[in-house]
């Protein structure tokens, strides 16, 4: 006998849109239940049901931890016309509106820079490039050497921090900052290269110990350095 072909929906819809039967009452009545696999281990439907993520969204707003960018090391990009001798303007610090001579960039990003130390008495040290300014003068540093200089020649030894009493406190003298024998040496090498190349050019000297200052109606924007 041939099967009649149904004319009746199995759901029907009491209003547009809204079904007679829920999922599990429509589900029961086409008995697709019966045809289903229950061949998961437990462990598995576990490991699926704490992965699957909720049907509906959460009544409050959930916190979720910000990604840490601790291990994403991106080398800091260095300005085109910053090149090795090129004299810039410190614009912050303890040593703003000194003119340096740029001499490499180190591994943290940082410029290293020296004034040099026998002309307006700036040492070797390390600066971020966004404090400074650079200049169109140019002092020729083909003979210094500082590959042997790095970030680590700049660590700080490491003091004993332990507690003392008030009286204690007062009594101990300020402890006067001791530049040590390296650095003194490093510093004597790189300025005797530097200071023949700035005295083979005239008037450099005075204007690597001249101090940078806007006076009366001077702009930054309108100067050309």
């Known amino acids: 006998m041939p099967k009649v072909a149904r ?14 039967l829920g999922r599990t009452a429509s589900r029961k009545s086409r008995g697709t239940f019966k045809a289903a696999k229950k061949t998961t281990p437990a462990a598995e439907k576990k490991e ?5 993520e909720p049907r509906f969204y959460a009544a409050d ?19 085109a016309n ?5 004299v810039l303007i410190v614009l912050a610090g303890r040593f703003k509106g000194k003119r340096v001579v740029f001499l490499k960039q180190l591994e943290s990003g940082l410029l290293l820079v020296t004034g ?3 002309i307006n008495g700036v040492p070797l040290r390390r600066i971020n490039q966004a404090y ?11 003979g210094v050497d500082v590959a042997a200089i790095n970030d680590a020649f700049f660590a700080k030894a ?42 083979a050019v005239p008037q450099l000297y005075n204007y690597l110990n001249a101090k940078f200052t806007l006076t009366k109606n001077q702009f930054p924007h309108q100067l050309k350095f």
């Open 116 to 118: 040099p130390y026998k």
């Open 7 to 20: 004319t009746t929906p199995r759901n029907p819809e009491l209003i547009p849109g809204v079904p007679r």
């Open 82 to 86: 910053y090149v090795p001798g090129t």
């Open 158 to 199: 490491e003091t004993e921090n332990k507690k003392k009493d008030g009286e204690k406190f007062f009594e101990q003298e300020a402890k006067k900052n001791v530049v040590s024998a390296e650095r003194k040496a490093a510093q004597k090498a790189v300025d005797t290269v530097l200071l023949k190349a700035v005295e």
């Open 48 to 52: 699926v049901k704490a992965t699957n």
């Open 132 to 142: 400074t300014i650079a200049t169109s003068t140019h002092v020729d540093v083909n």
């Open 61 to 79: 707003d959930v916190a979720k931890p910000i990604p840490s960018r601790k291990a994403n090391h991106k080398p800091t990009k260095l300005k």
